[in-house]
């Protein structure tokens, strides 16, 4: 039988410090009503001073391998997703495992809001290239990328953390089933942040233009979204040799309420049958997932032999989906 992933655990970190949208009709010129209308965002949580993306990753980490009955010796490799890394250079995953006191090797992934899901499926099959136990983390602090003046974006995002242990599944129908990956070329305008990297190094004009903050065509990454988490979670399933209605639980990735309806209408999924976290917590980007998928496993909505379908989607654009028969104790 081949080596299969299952999720043996989940755990994750918020921010204490709730953005509220009544606090951000008195930042920016906006409403309460307009925002949950269009997106059904209440509440965000904002990292403190204090917090970072490694910080959040590590507390959520530090959470999964104690659920998994597990040490920081038991993991064999560390990948953290994330669009908000802890400095450039080294990567956020070094952060991480010094923070965790793990052995391993680690690395990042970046793809946008979709990162958790790619995380999760190079994690297993690293799992099953020769692995015991995988840590895979999704952590990130939007609030340090997002202006806090534009009323475009500022809405929408909040920071958090989610990890997942990774571990050979017992039986050969448990665990990763099925899983897809896109990428829509020539999008890469329509959600970025310009400033910062090898293309354009921050310099004082940088700042001075905001090119360090997260910029967005909302309309047009709408449109996307929809359309990519339709087809790749379709894609998936029929990879999978399965139907919507085989599916216990529809994890999609956390932007927008009605981008989650929409999907999920048009998947023919039944919004009791969607998890759903993005008015508590708005786009947490690649931790939106796993935060969704521990609070679902947690409060015993997701159960064990359950089929788990999750979608993510993002900058790039990117998209990722990925089928689990959950075995989580
Ligand atoms: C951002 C988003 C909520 C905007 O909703 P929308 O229905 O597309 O609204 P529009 O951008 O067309 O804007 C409509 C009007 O509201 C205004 N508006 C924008 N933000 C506003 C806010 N926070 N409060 C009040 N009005 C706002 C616009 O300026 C525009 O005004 P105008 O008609 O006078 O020009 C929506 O496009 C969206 O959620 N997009 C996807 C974003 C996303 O998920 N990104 C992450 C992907 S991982």
Same mark, same amino acid.
């Given at each position: 039988?081949?080596i299969?992933?299952?999720?043996?655990?989940?755990?994750?970190?918020?921010?204490e410090?709730?953005?509220?949208?009544?606090?951000?009709?008195?930042?920016v010129?906006?409403?309460?009503?307009?925002?949950?209308?269009?997106?059904g965002i209440?509440?965000?949580?904002?990292a403190?001073?204090?917090?970072?993306?490694?910080?959040?990753?590590?507390?959520?980490g530090?959470?999964?391998?104690?659920?998994?009955?597990?040490?920081?010796?038991?993991?064999d490799?560390l990948?953290?997703?994330?669009?908000?890394?802890e400095?450039?250079?080294?990567?956020?995953?070094?952060f991480?495992g010094?923070?965790?006191g793990?052995?391993?090797?680690?690395?990042?992934?970046a793809?946008?809001?979709?990162?958790?899901?790619?995380?999760?499926?190079?994690?297993?099959?690293?799992l099953?290239?020769?692995?015991?136990?995988?840590?895979?983390?999704?952590?990130?602090?939007?609030?340090?990328?997002?202006?806090?003046?534009?009323?475009?974006?500022c809405?929408?995002f909040?920071?958090?953390?989610?990890?997942?242990?990774?571990?050979?599944?017992?039986?050969?129908?448990d665990?990763l +089933?099925?899983?897809?990956l896109?990428?829509?070329?020539?999008?890469?305008?329509?959600?970025?942040?310009?400033?910062?990297?090898?293309?354009?190094?921050s310099?004082?004009?940088?700042?001075?233009?905001?090119?360090?903050?997260?910029?967005?065509?909302?309309?047009?990454?709408?449109?996307?979204?929809?359309?990519?988490?339709?087809?790749?979670?379709?894609?998936?399933?029929?990879?999978?040799? +399965?139907?919507?209605?085989?599916?216990?639980?529809?994890?999609?990735?956390?932007?927008?309420?009605?981008?989650?309806?929409?999907?999920?209408q048009? +998947?023919?999924?039944?919004?009791?049958?969607?998890?759903?976290?993005?008015?508590?917590y708005g786009?947490?980007s690649?931790?939106?997932?796993?935060?969704?998928?521990?609070?679902?496993?947690?409060?015993?909505?997701?159960q064990?032999?359950?089929?788990? +379908?999750?979608?993510?989607?993002?900058?790039?654009?990117?998209?990722?989906?990925?089928?689990?028969?959950w075995?989580?104790?």
């Open positions: 039988m081949p299969r992933a299952s999720i043996r655990s989940t755990g994750i970190a918020l921010p410090q709730r953005l509220t949208n009544a606090e951000l009709e008195r930042r010129d906006t409403s309460d009503t307009w925002i949950m209308e269009r997106t209440r509440e965000r949580r904002i403190n001073d204090d917090d970072t993306t490694a910080s959040l990753a590590i507390a959520a530090a959470d999964a391998i104690k659920r998994a009955g597990l040490t920081p010796d038991d993991i490799l990948v953290v997703a994330t669009a908000t890394p400095q450039p250079l080294p990567h956020t995953g070094a991480v010094d923070g965790l793990l052995r391993c090797g680690s690395f990042d992934l793809a946008g809001c979709a990162g958790f899901v790619y995380a999760l499926i190079t994690g297993a099959a690293l099953a290239a020769g692995n015991d136990h995988v840590l895979v983390i999704g952590a990130e602090t939007m609030s340090r990328v997002v202006d806090p003046n534009d009323r475009g974006t809405i929408l909040g920071d958090g953390a989610g990890a997942v242990v990774l571990g050979a599944s017992t039986t050969d129908d665990g +089933l099925a899983w897809d896109g990428f829509e070329p020539s999008t890469i305008g329509l959600l970025e942040v310009p400033a910062g990297g090898s293309r354009l190094p310099t004082r004009e940088t700042l001075d233009a905001g090119s360090q903050y997260l910029r967005m065509a909302g309309t047009e990454v709408f449109r996307r979204a929809v359309r990519a988490v339709v087809d790749s979670a379709a894609a998936t399933l029929d990879r999978a040799g +399965l139907s919507v209605d085989d599916i216990a639980w529809f994890v999609p990735h956390q932007a927008n309420l009605r981008i989650i309806e929409a999907a999920g048009r +998947l023919g999924i039944a919004p009791e049958r969607t998890v759903v976290n993005v008015d508590r786009n947490t690649a931790a939106s997932i796993p935060l969704a998928l521990h609070e679902a496993s947690a409060d015993g909505r997701i064990p032999g359950e089929l788990v +379908l999750l979608s993510g989607f993002g900058a790039g654009m990117t998209w990722a989906s990925a089928l689990l028969r075995d989580a104790a």
